[in-house]
């Protein structure tokens, strides 16, 4: 079973960046499609960014586009998500997700099969 851990979340100032990381120890990430979710006080959790195991393809919500870059380095066992010109209404709890797959990912909840904690991202002057 694969244990995905989040962190790098954290309060920061509108405008701001902040580097989310999501690790495994115990495999591999080589072959394992990452989803990035987030989920507001009140509202669904909803799907942001992803980043395919072969190929390295990436998918934005067209709420983070232009502002978030996913990345991964397998080497580390490790995705990232660089969150820049954040604002107030980024202001969630923060998912990383994974899936065995090979040059698809997807910004759906039912598409993945685990799941990490989560981290809180507070956006706020």
């Known amino acids: 079973q694969l244990q995905l851990v989040e962190s790098g979340g954290g309060l920061v100032q509108p405008g701001g960046s902040l580097t989310l990381s999501c690790q495994t120890s115990e495999f591999t990430l080589d072959y394992w499609a990452i989803g990035w979710f987030r989920q507001a006080p009140g509202k669904e959790r909803e799907g942001i960014s992803c980043i395919s195991s072969i190929g390295g393809s990436t998918n934005y919500a067209d709420s983070v586009k232009g502002r978030f870059t996913v990345s991964r380095d397998d080497a580390k066992n490790t995705a990232y998500l660089q969150m820049n010109s954040l604002k107030p209404e980024d202001t969630a709890v923060y998912y990383c997700?994974?899936?065995?797959?090979?040059?698809?990912?997807?910004?759906?909840?039912?598409?993945?099969?685990?799941w990490g904690r989560g981290t809180q991202v507070t956006v706020s002057s």
């Open positions: 997700a994974g899936k065995i797959s090979g040059r698809t990912c997807a910004l759906s909840r039912a598409w993945y099969d685990y």
